[in-house]
């Protein structure tokens, strides 16, 4: 709370922009959303702290829900990933949150394997066949790495790759690092894809 808050506050007191914070602890999330975050990110989708989904329903901001274990075991890995976000779907709608302040992501890069991750990239019709929007956050991760053998440094055409290939497969946001390139590359797409 004492590195987040501060730093919301003066975020919000200069610029007129959504913010999002990144946790999984309701003490944090509430004083989060006091110091003026818009949007509760957790990367456990409200499975680590059972108060995690009321403070974002009480505060009636809006929630990412991540998939996440705590080990990368599986019986059906694709249907036990949806099965996971079913539950964290539950746990917010229980808690109140209403559908449009729900959104999923498939957390690439947690309790996965380097195939598990680039199975769920190809497969991500998994996520969206649950009804939300779906963000995608692979900017410069380790399945890129490991894919083009590049340090963390030199992952941006890889990063590119998901971007375009997430959106073709219906993905509504993509987190990343380098906005600019990304924007332009789906700029592209989106002007393919309108074309009769």
């Given at each position: 709370?004492?590195?987040v808050?501060?730093?919301l506050y003066?975020?919000?007191?200069?610029?007129?922009?959504?913010?999002?914070?990144?946790?999984?602890?309701s003490?944090?999330?509430?004083?989060a959303?006091?110091a003026?975050?818009?949007l509760?990110?957790?990367i456990?989708?409200?499975?680590?702290d059972?108060e995690?989904?009321?403070?974002a329903a009480?505060?009636?901001?809006p929630?990412?829900?991540?998939?996440?274990r705590?080990?990368?075991?599986y019986?059906?890995?694709?249907?036990?990933?949806q099965?996971?976000?079913?539950e964290s779907?539950r746990?917010a709608?229980?808690?109140?949150?209403?559908?449009?302040q729900?959104m999923l992501?498939?957390?690439?890069?947690?309790a996965?394997?380097?195939?598990q991750?680039l199975?769920l990239?190809?497969h991500?019709?998994?996520?969206?066949e649950?009804?939300?929007?779906?963000?995608l956050?692979?900017?410069r991760k380790?399945v890129?790495?490991?894919?083009?053998?590049l340090?963390?440094t030199?992952?941006e055409?890889?990063?590119?790759?998901?971007?375009?290939y997430?959106?073709m497969?219906?993905m509504a946001?993509?987190r990343v690092?380098?906005?600019k390139?990304?924007?332009?590359a789906l700029?592209?797409?989106?002007k393919?894809?309108?074309?009769?």
């Open positions: 709370i004492d590195r808050a501060p730093v003066a975020l919000k007191s200069r610029f007129d922009i959504p913010l999002s914070v990144d946790t999984y602890k003490q944090v999330a509430a004083a959303v006091e003026g975050a818009d509760i990110n957790d456990w989708g409200f499975q680590y059972p995690m989904a009321l403070v009480g505060a009636k901001v929630c990412c829900l991540m998939h996440n705590k080990e990368a075991v019986g059906d890995y694709l249907r036990d990933v099965a996971d976000l079913r779907i746990l709608k229980q808690a109140g949150l209403a559908d449009d729900i992501d498939p957390g690439i890069g947690f996965k394997s380097y195939e991750n199975e990239l190809k991500l019709e998994v996520v969206t649950l009804g939300y929007p779906v963000l956050g692979t900017s380790s890129i790495g490991l894919t083009l053998d340090p963390v030199e992952r055409e890889g990063t590119l790759a998901t971007s375009v997430g959106a497969k219906g946001f993509v690092h380098n906005v390139a990304n924007v332009r700029r592209m797409l989106e393919i894809e309108l074309c009769p």
